[in-house]
Every structure is written in structure tokens, then in C-alpha cells.
């Protein structure tokens, strides 16, 4: 019984998915899905992404949260338009509430939609949003061991942003064994190493993501 429920949340999850993903390339939006734990630095990262991008792209950031508006408010605070989900204990977004969300963005002239997943490297990995990326955020803090403990959120992602690397000297992080272990899971995983708090790396991460919305149009 709830192997069926589950089969059948899941299938009705791959229908909006797919026309998402319609959606997007027909409008030339370049739709990112980025997951990783809580405080892994999603939310600074695309700050910093808004502030030295504004000029170059026109991005929307959906939010996805248990409780509050915190990281929209955060992303306005940018200039940038922000729809907050508040899923009210859900662990992941839906792609239907992808859906709902794409709604309310004034879209017109739009390149890019990041969606900052609910903090959580397990079950945002078995819901396709219908994004065209994934990027999956591991900062130096939550240990070098995740790769490992949680591969298919590794497996499945495009980019890996390894942030907070100011901080990997005072943990004990080793840095080229997680680039080792992802890589394992993943071998076209692009990974950039940064900190979105000194700007450390930022700079490739901008140009990645400068060629990927124009690589889109062709
Ligand atoms: N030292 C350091 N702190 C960071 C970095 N990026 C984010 N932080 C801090 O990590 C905490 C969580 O960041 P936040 O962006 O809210 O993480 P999120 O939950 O993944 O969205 C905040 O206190 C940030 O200032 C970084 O590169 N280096
Ligand atoms: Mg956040």
C-alpha cells in the first residue's frame, strides 16, 4: 500500500516535471535545482551571484523552506524577484509547486530561475523539478565524509560548489579526497571550489554559469 502511494506521488510528480522542463527551454530559462544540507551557503551564494550578475543576467530565485520568508527576503534585498514556498515540515519541493511558483514571476526577459531547495542532501534527490541543472552545495563545515554517506544527491548533480573553503584549514577538510570521492559517483561532475563569504573561486562559478544560460539559446 505505501509502495503504491509512493509510485503514484512520484508519477504524478514526473507529469508536472515534464512540463516544467517544456516550459523552461521553450522560454530560454536556464532552471537550476540547487540542494545540499541547511547552512551549507545556498542563500549567500546566490546573493553574491545577484550582486555581481546584474548587469549580465536576469535571474529569479524560487525559495523553498519548512517555515518563514527569511532567504526570499534575503534575495529581494539583492533587487532580485524571490517567490518563497513555505512547505509547512515537507523535507523537499514538488515540482507542481515549481509549477505554482513560476506563476507568480514576472518572466518576461527572464534567463535564469535557481530554485534554493529545502536544506536536505536526501529527499530533494528523488524529486525532478523539471530543472535543467543540478547543483549540489558542500561546504567544509558538514565534514569530508558526504559524498559517501549521501551519494545520489552526488550522482545526480551537474555541479558540485564546494563553499566555505576559507574555513577548510580549521577542519580538518580534505579537500582533493571529496573532489576523489565525488568524482567516483559522478565522473562529469564539474566542481568549483569557493567561499561566498571572501569571494574565493566566485568568479569561475559566474563564467560557468554565463556560458551555460547562453548555451542554452543555441
Ligand atoms: N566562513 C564562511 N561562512 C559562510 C560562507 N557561505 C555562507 N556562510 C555562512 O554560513 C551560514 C549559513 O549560510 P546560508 O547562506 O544561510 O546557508 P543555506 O542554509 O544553505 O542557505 C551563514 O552564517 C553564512 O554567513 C563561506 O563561504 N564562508
Ligand atoms: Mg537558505
Known sequence: MKIKIEQKILA????????????????????????????????TI??????????????????GDLYTEFDADRIRK??????????????HLTAEQITKAVHKLDTANLNVIVIENVGNLVCPSDFDLGELVRVVVLSTAEGDDKCAKYPKSFVQADVMLINKIDLAQHLDFNIAKVKRDARKLNKDLKIFEISAKTSYGMNKWFNWLTLATKALKH
Open 78 to 91: 539583492t533587487g532580485l524577484q524571490a517567490v518563497q514556498i513555505e512547505t509547512k515540515g515537507a523535507c
Open 46 to 63: 546566490l546573493e553574491q551571484t545577484a550582486k555581481a550578475m546584474k548587469d549580465k543576467l536576469n535571474i529569479a530565485v524560487i525559495e
Open 12 to 43: 504524478k510528480n514526473e507529469d508536472y516535471a515534464l512540463a516544467n522542463r517544456k516550459y523552461f527551454k521553450r522560454n530560454n530559462i536556464f532552471c537550476i535545482n540547487m540542494i545540499s544540507s541547511p547552512g551549507s551557503g545556498k542563500t
